[in-house]
């Protein structure tokens, strides 16, 4: 099976930025839509972002105007810079990748502490 693995995750301040990434092994002509969710602890997990094929991004409320989600999709690889980071921020964040053949592929996580 595809494998997605995260980058990026680590403890920041908050106001400061960080940047995610996720890289597949699969041909990105096959993948659709690309995204980013989080689960805080004791919390359900929700969605952040996603950005279509061709690169039209969508974003939860909580996040619009402070982060932004990119593709290359030459790599098979999606992006999150998260800018004014807020103590809220803190939660693991998932990678997901979802293929025209209706398939959903998911990252393991990776960690992003917003802590003074």
């Known amino acids: 099976q595809v494998q997605l693995v995260e980058f990026g995750g680590g403890l920041v301040q908050p106001g400061g930025s960080l940047r995610l990434s996720c890289a597949a092994s699969e041909s990105s002509f096959s993948i659709n839509v690309m995204g980013w969710y989080r689960q805080a602890p004791g919390k359900q997990r929700e969605w952040v972002a996603s950005?279509?094929?061709?690169?039209?991004?969508n974003y939860a409320d909580s996040v619009k105007g402070r982060f932004t989600i990119s593709r290359d999709n030459a790599k098979n690889t999606v992006f999150l810079q998260m800018n004014s980071l807020k103590p809220e921020d803190t939660a693991i964040y998932y990678c997901?990748?979802?293929?025209?053949?209706?398939?959903?592929?998911w990252g393991k996580g990776t960690l992003v502490t917003v802590s003074s």
């Open positions: 997901t990748m979802s293929m025209y053949n209706g398939m959903n592929i």
């Open positions: 950005a279509t094929s061709s690169g039209s991004a």
